[in-house]
């Protein structure tokens, strides 16, 4: 990561994977790449070609708001993705959280957690590592070797795989929640560390990564394949606390009385009997 031209790596990728039909442009010719051209992103955003390119090159760091609301349009931002331009935009200056502060987890919390015996749930960082974990998550979840990173479970681990069984829309949306929940903080130590790890170990990371896709998640469904209680269908829901900033709670749900309900009671049982 170049950390010095953030906003000029994001326009690039960006304008890499924006196809012209995407925009509106159907007859363009032959090209060697499906994404837009510098001079087709000038034009649409009405700026000039030079001015432009000085985006993407960092030599110009600073874009109005109508020029930034021209490139959302442009290179069909969606909200979350747009909040990141803004950001690298027009960067805000905000305390680091320390360390102590990003992974203690709030006693009332952890109590709240214990009680949900048929739901998972567990507290995880800004980077995705998992904080804290109820009886039922840490069921759920066992057989990932990598799962105190949920992250680096998803790419590093062999057996996630076979646990997610849509690998790639998990990853995608992992890669894309990391770069939200980074901002602008692209060179916050711990981060560089991560990406410089998982980047090395994974090719599918690298590429992914190189897309520059920003997704915050709130709520979405996940299907499992557990070893011991057979194909779940969850619900997944991400919760920011207010009290701990950069932590997330995530809980799953099954649909009442469906067999994914079934299976997580299942799996609580056999979770309590192993305990």
Not at 206 to 226: C, P, Q, S, Y
């Amino acid at each position: 990561m170049d950390s010095e031209n953030l906003l000029g790596e994001f326009l690039r990728a960006r304008r890499e994977v924006t196809t012209p039909r995407q925009v509106g442009l159907l007859h363009v010719g032959s090209r060697r790449t499906p994404g837009l051209r510098r001079e087709e992103v000038a034009m649409l955003a009405d700026v000039s070609t030079d001015y432009y390119i000085r985006l993407e090159q960092g030599r110009e760091r600073h874009p109005s708001e109508r020029v930034l609301g021209a490139l959302v349009r442009v290179l069909d931002l969606g909200p979350d993705a747009a909040t990141h331009l803004y950001e690298l935009a027009h960067p805000r200056s905000r305390p680091r959280e320390t360390t102590a502060q990003v992974e203690q987890v709030s006693p009332d919390l952890l109590r709240l957690m214990r009680g949900w015996a048929s739901t998972p749930a567990f507290v995880c960082n800004r980077w995705m590592d998992v904080l804290a974990a109820n009886t039922l998550a840490t069921a759920l979840f066992r057989e990932l070797e990598q799962g105190d990173n949920l992250i680096r479970a998803v790419f590093l681990d062999p057996a996630a795989r076979t646990f997610y069984r849509d690998w790639e829309k998990v990853a995608r949306a992992k890669v894309a929640h990391l770069r939200s929940a980074a901002g602008a903080d692209l060179d916050d130590p711990y981060l560089v560390e991560l990406v410089d790890e998982l980047s090395l170990e994974s090719e599918e990371f690298r590429r992914l990564w190189a897309r520059h896709d920003v997704v915050g998640k709130t709520h979405e469904a996940k299907r499992i394949h557990h070893r011991e209680v057979g194909d779940l269908t969850l619900t997944c829901e991400l919760f920011n606390i207010s009290s701990a900033p950069g932590q997330q709670l995530t809980i799953f749900q099954a649909e009442p009385a469906s067999p994914s309900e079934h299976a997580l009671a299942l799996l609580g049982s056999l979770a309590v009997m192993t305990a």
